[in-house]
């Protein structure tokens, strides 16, 4: 029986201009970075609004549902997520190469990965509010590549959950996701709290 989703759309995107200059490679102190690239990041900044549409899709699922990957061992429930922020950025960013504008380039790139990995971000912390409801204890989240939940796992990711809803689809022979500034992760909710591998805030507790 297919499991129900969810999609959730309302997402508050604000990205320091800092994390930019580390991803494209400045690690010079505020004042000695050029007017120039102040500049470039600033008006690429002001491109986002029109250029990303942040969305994301949920399920969550008994163990039973679930592919019975080791990596799943001991989940009461688990919680799979896509991400993504539409195809428009990825496209302005080859239009900017095309014509040759590197840097341009380089600093739109580096504001849609921030912004996608921004609505991931989000979407966890949705999810671990979901957890707590329900009086279980959430895990990290973690996505298809990281150590023992190989990439090729992103078909299991995407045989439950109808990700074609929120644009997003998988390339068939190499598992990336199409468009490419997505994310997909999962989410054990376990009964017991010593089985998470997250830190919990102090003072909060599943009651």
């Known amino acids: 029986m297919p499991s129900s989703s969810e999609i959730i759309k309302n997402f508050n995107i604000e ?11 400045y690690k010079k102190r505020d004042s000695e970075i050029t007017a120039s ?15 990303i549409e942040p969305i994301s899709i949920y399920t969550i699922i008994d163990y ?22 539409g195809p428009k950025l990825e496209e302005t960013v080859k239009t900017l190469m095309t014509k040759g504008e ?4 380089l600093i739109l790139d580096a504001f849609g990965s921030e912004a996608v990995e921004e609505v991931a971000v989000q979407s966890d912390a949705f999810l ?10 959430p895990s990290k989240r973690f996505s298809p590549g990281y150590k023992k939940w190989k990439l090729e796992e992103q078909k299991f990711v995407f045989a439950i959950l109808p990700v074609h809803e929120i644009g997003v689809r998988l390339h068939k022979d190499s598992w990336m996701m199409i468009p490419r500034k997505s994310v997909s992760f999962r989410i054990n909710f376990y009964s017991d709290q010593k089985l998470t591998t997250r830190k919990m805030n102090r003072g909060v507790k599943n009651d």
């Open 64 to 85: 039973a549902q679930t592919n019975k990957h080791p990596i799943f061992e001991d989940a009461a429930k688990v919680a799979l997520c896509v991400c993504t922020i």
């Open 37 to 51: 690239i102040k500049d470039l990041i600033s008006e690429e900044k002001e491109k986002l609004g029109r250029l």
């Open 102 to 105: 590197m840097m341009r380039s």
């Open 128 to 137: 671990v509010e979901k957890a707590r409801k329900m009086f279980l204890w």
């Open 15 to 25: 990205i320091d201009d800092k994390k930019i200059l580390r991803l494209i490679g």
